[in-house]
């Protein structure tokens, strides 16, 4: 497309978290993006521009990092622009608790709050790059691993990334509230050690490393692993069961999708829902989403739910790929882990009619905290498919000892 002569400069958009398991690795993944579209553009003779791109808060991925390594690398392979999503500020219409624009899908940059210091320091670095400004770079170092976003079992493998700006290192030093300045060791530019956390009591462990160069100078960081040894079992605190109505649930939006109606049914169980949908079935990606809104999710640590479909013409080889969604800050749940081909699943009959069944659990790890809205998706892969799909027995499920 960028060879067409009425095409002026290409763009590139760059969000790993959003486009499944082969971007799983987020920071390596985005780089190989980035020079494929670099070498694109120098073989059109067309400028290109890093247009758009984001690492969810919520991500495993640390954010930092990714941001700083991609901008560096834009800036070497010759970019000639860089524009993150996304800068927010106050909001006179529908602000947060703090009068800002809310963090509605978990990637907002507010430029005075602290814990975006690291990252706009990072962008203000890269537009003066990008503008011709000569800018002394200090040295920076990332915990990239184990995530604070992750609950953490048995083994942390904890490992250290350094953006040294031409500084030699001598030692990487982890510690942790036990244990002082424990030596890691250099593997393929990652400083890695396995912590063995099995007789850990469940909670927050901070842990720092220092990073020690060659001319005397060090720089420090520090990060939290997030300690889960023992789980709690799930328990059913709270059921929709649509036995009497929707109980505030709708349809919550679509992509390359189709929701021709919502409405309450007995034609699957004692009640559910039903939507009445169209799936073109001509990619691996076709959406569409249910949600309860003005719901407080503190208290819960997952959710269960069943969803149902006609059996007769269904294709056996299309995959239907189910998550859960909190928010605000759009923190996706349970992507990709229950996976299923319509040929796999179990039936059930109601009036006479099959139904395939797809049960679900998807689990909130914890980023349910101050969250009011839970959204049920239903990703179809390669589904042709045009009529009702019906959702029931939403259950909102507790971790206890």
Same mark, same amino acid.
């Given at each position: 497309m960028i060879t067409l002569p009425t095409i002026d400069y290409g763009t590139v958009h760059l969000y790993p978290d959003y486009w /499944?398991?082969?971007?799983?690795?987020? =920071? @390596? #993944? /985005?780089?190989?993006?980035l020079k494929a579209h670099a070498d694109l553009a120098k073989a059109a003779n067309k400028p290109v521009v890093f247009e758009e791109y984001g690492i969810l808060k919520t991500s495993v991925?640390?954010?930092? +990092?990714? +941001?700083?390594?991609w901008n560096n690398l834009a800036y070497e392979l010759g970019y000639s622009g860089s524009m993150f999503w996304l800068l927010t500020g106050i909001d006179d219409l529908k602000p947060d608790v703090d009068g800002l624009y809310p963090d509605n899908d978990s990637l907002r940059i507010v430029y005075n709050k602290k814990e975006? *210091?690291?990252? *706009?320091?990072i962008f203000e670095e890269n537009a003066k790059l990008m503008n011709g400004e000569k800018v002394k770079r200090t040295p920076h170092i990332y915990i990239t691993s184990p995530s604070i976003n992750e609950r953490i079992k048995d083994l942390a493998s904890v490992e250290v990334k350094v953006i040294s700006y031409g500084k030699k290192i001598s030692n990487v030093l982890l510690s942790t509230p036990q244990n002082k300045n424990i030596p890691m060791k250099e593997t393929n530019g990652s400083y890695r050690y396995d912590l063995d956390i099995s007789k850990e009591e469940n909670g927050k462990m901070p842990i720092s490393a220092v990073v020690q160069f060659k001319d005397g100078t060090s720089a420090t960081?520090?990060? $939290?692993?997030?300690i889960r040894n023992k789980q709690g079992n799930l328990v059913s605190e709270k059921i929709f069961d649509f036995n009497t109505g929707l109980d505030g649930w709708d349809q919550n939006g679509i992509y390359q999708a189709e929701i021709k109606d919502v409405k309450y049914t007995k034609e699957v169980g004692n009640g559910s829902l039903q939507l009445d949908v169209k799936f073109p079935g001509v990619s691996?990606?076709? !959406? %569409?989403? $249910? #949600?309860? @809104?003005? $719901?407080?999710l503190t208290p819960y640590a997952g959710c269960k739910y069943d969803i149902y479909i006609p059996k !007769? /013409?269904?294709?056996?080889?299309?995959? %239907?790929r189910p998550y859960a969604v909190v928010t605000p800050g759009w923190v996706k749940c349970g992507v990709d882990q229950n996976n299923a081909y319509i040929g796999q699943l179990p039936t059930a009959t109601f009036?006479? @009619?099959? +139904? *395939? @069944? %797809?049960? =679900?659990t998807n689990i909130f790890n914890g980023q349910s905290k101050d969250k009011s809205e839970l959204d049920i998706d239903l *990703?179809?892969?390669m589904l042709k498919y045009e009529g009702p799909i019906y959702f029931d027995n939403i259950e909102l499920l507790k971790e206890v000892d």
């Open positions: /499944g398991d082969p971007w799983k690795d987020g =920071v @390596k #993944a /985005g780089s190989t993006w991925t640390n954010r930092d +990092y990714a +941001y700083e390594t975006n *210091v690291t990252s *706009v320091k960081t520090s990060n $939290i692993i997030n691996d990606w076709e !959406e %569409l989403r $249910i #949600a309860r @809104k003005d $719901i407080d !007769e /013409g269904l294709p056996a080889h299309a995959q %239907l009036n006479g @009619k099959e +139904y *395939v @069944k %797809l049960q =679900v *990703v179809a892969n």
